[in-house]
């Protein structure tokens, strides 16, 4: 199975600073098939991203992803207050989907 | 607006049968994979599987012989069904929907999650 490392852990950053979240698959993942969820604490996951670099419907464009091969990246441009939250990686080019162990966003 | 809800019992002994449903209202079921996510406690999250609305399923590996998911088109929902749990089994379920059509695509829609505990 593909293995997803997202780091780091936590990154601790102030509103309006530009978080950069890493994620690493053990062998190649085809753009087309990485995604990232963005989740608060008691809630679901919410898809932010799709095919490495397409936002997902009502995501506001300070969310952006990249990336290639086994590297990818989410960069959020200038956190707001509600951008704080863990958020995940996903491959879905072979099953098992597999997720990274997520990047906490704290103030 | 498609929407999932999870339901099913918050307390399993261990040894016994995990059975979840999640139910979809506002829209078909036609076409989509259908997944079960689970996170424990303060971890990451974990895929489980998908049945397509043909009946087709993928499992992880190392659930594979404890897990049936499966679709019931009538009613517009689908299941989970993990045998012989343990204390290890105690996460917040979720079903989603991948984006679709076809093979392959992320989760664009999810359910809020039930919470089941494993113990006696």
């Known amino acids: 199975e593909i293995v997803l490392t997202q780091s780091p852990g936590t990154l601790s950053l102030s509103p309006g600073e530009r978080a950069t979240l890493s994620c690493r698959a053990s062998q190649s993942v085809s753009a087309r098939y990485l995604a990232w969820y963005q989740q608060k604490p008691g809630q679901a996951p919410r898809l932010l991203i799709y095919d490495t670099s397409r936002r997902a419907t009502g995501i506001p464009d300070r969310f952006s992803g990249g990336g290639s091969g086994t590297d990818f990246t989410l960069t959020i441009s200038r956190l707001e207050a509600e951008d704080f939250a863990v958020y995940h990686c996903?491959?879905?080019?072979?099953?098992?989907?597999?997720f990274g162990q997520g990047t906490r966003v704290e103030i | 607006q498609v929407h999932l809800q999870e339901s099913g019992p918050g307390l399993v002994k261990p040894s016994e049968t995990l059975s979840l449903n999640c139910f979809v209202s506002?829209?078909?079921?036609?076409?989509?994979?259908w997944n079960w996510v689970r996170q424990s406690p303060g971890k990451g999250l974990e895929w489980i599987g998908f049945?397509?609305?043909?009946?087709?399923?993928s499992y992880k590996s190392s659930l594979k012989s404890r897990v049936t998911i499966s679709v019931d088109r009538s009613n517009n929902s689908f299941s989970l069904r993990l045998t012989s749990v343990t204390a290890a089994d105690t996460a917040r379920y979720y079903c989603?929907?991948?984006?679709?059509?076809?093979?392959?695509?992320?989760?664009?829609?999810w359910g809020q999650g039930t919470m089941v505990v494993v113990s006696s």
């Open positions: 506002g829209g078909s079921m036609s076409g989509h994979y």
């Open positions: 996903q491959q879905y080019l072979s099953s098992p989907w597999t």
């Open positions: 989603a929907r991948d984006q679709g059509p076809g093979y392959g695509y992320s989760l664009d829609i």
């Open positions: 049945v397509h609305d043909s009946g087709t399923t």
